[in-house]
């Protein structure tokens, strides 16, 4: 009969459904019991969806069935009703919006780093966590040459520029140098991210996560106490359909969804006053409706949003008055109004 660390380890290869990270590496392989009778696997997972539940059931029993030749018991510990995420508090952070895609390529970072000087115009203390550790694209679009600094006892200094304070892998190797790591470093670095950074007092802490739904997501949706995410899509049906993997992502990890902007809308000529839909237009409102969750706005192609990102001075803080700096503001007062009222409604309930 296998050892319960030598069935922990063949647990590697069962995959939590949409995700490239195991079961082992979730942290939800809890306890695993081996008897002459049978063995016993028990899962403490972080979702009570049923479909969820009885696939990752059935890839236990596959998994373990042919090593153990006896009967297998998987013990399922539902999640707390109370919908509580027992993560620590970052100190002096007030609320923490993760600001997620699908796929590559549909603007997320620049949505990202708008609409943190968006919530600065507001009046809020902001800062930004650029979470794509391969290919960090903030420093860039905020002009950011300087390198973070460290306390006495080795803790982070964000970077401030433009009223933002801002943390990214980019600012801590040269520039074009790539990074070449495997995905225990990616978390560690993460993690550090998280704990180790002095922020300082922020109302809302914008974290720029990669594009996808992969270990990096994972790591901060499971270690830091995320308020709520934000999606950001382009109208194309390629790109909706990622939609409901970012969706589904923070369902399972019980962050709430504050909803979905959609970038890329359309272009107006500058000339005739044609609007082109580009990539097709509204397919991120009727997937927001469908998921029943808000719909933030639409920003169109613009020129001077590609050119603010590209010079270190994003729209919003260049041409305040432009129209879509001015929906971005309104994105981020929609922002700012759900996290403030489900702010209110814990506080009701506790």
Request: charged share 20%; aromatic share 4%.
């Amino acid at each position: 009969m296998p050892t319960p660390q030598e069935l922990l380890e063949a647990l590697k290869q069962v995959k939590y459904p949409g995700f490239s990270r195991d079961i082992v590496a979730f942290g939800m392989v809890k306890d695993i019991a081996v008897g002459g009778a049978g063995v016993t696997v028990q899962l403490a997972p972080s979702t009570d969806n049923p479909d969820v539940l009885a696939q990752i059931r059935q890839g236990v029993v596959d998994v373990l069935g042919p090593l153990v030749q006896v009967p297998i018991e998987v013990v399922i510990q539902r999640p707390a009703a109370t919908g509580i995420r027992p993560h620590p508090e970052v100190p002096g952070v007030r609320y923490i919006v993760a600001v997620a895609s699908g796929k590559g390529g549909v603007g997320k970072s620049t949505i990202a780093v708008n609409l943190a000087l968006a919530l600065s115009v507001l009046g809020q203390q902001v800062g930004v966590l650029d979470a794509d550790v391969y290919g960090p694209s903030v420093p860039l679009m905020l002009g950011i040459k300087e390198r973070p600094r460290s306390t006495a006892d080795k803790r982070l200094i964000p970077v401030s520029q433009y009223g933002l304070k801002v943390i990214s892998m980019g600012l801590l190797i040269p520039e074009g140098h790539a990074v070449v790591w495997r995905g225990p470093m990616v978390d560690k670095l993460l993690t550090e991210f998280i704990k180790n950074v002095e922020w300082g007092e922020l109302d809302v802490l914008v974290v720029d996560l990669p594009p996808g739904t992969g270990d990096a997501q994972l790591t901060m949706v499971q270690k830091a106490p995320i308020s709520g995410g934000i999606i950001v899509t382009t109208p194309q049906d390629v790109a909706l359909l990622d939609v409901r993997r970012g969706v589904k992502m923070f369902e399972e990890v019980h962050v709430p969804v504050l909803g979905v902007i959609e970038n890329m809308s359309y272009h107006v000529c500058r000339r005739c006053g044609h609007r082109a839909e580009i990539f097709s237009h509204g397919g991120g409102a009727r997937m927001a409706e469908q998921f029943g969750i808000p719909f933030l706005g639409e920003i169109p192609l613009v020129q001077e949003i590609r050119t603010g990102g590209d010079l270190g001075t994003p729209l919003v803080l260049a041409y305040p008055e432009h129209p879509q700096s001015q929906a971005m503001i309104a994105i981020a007062q929609k922002v700012v109004a759900q996290l403030e009222e489900k702010a209110r409604r814990r506080l009701t309930l506790h």
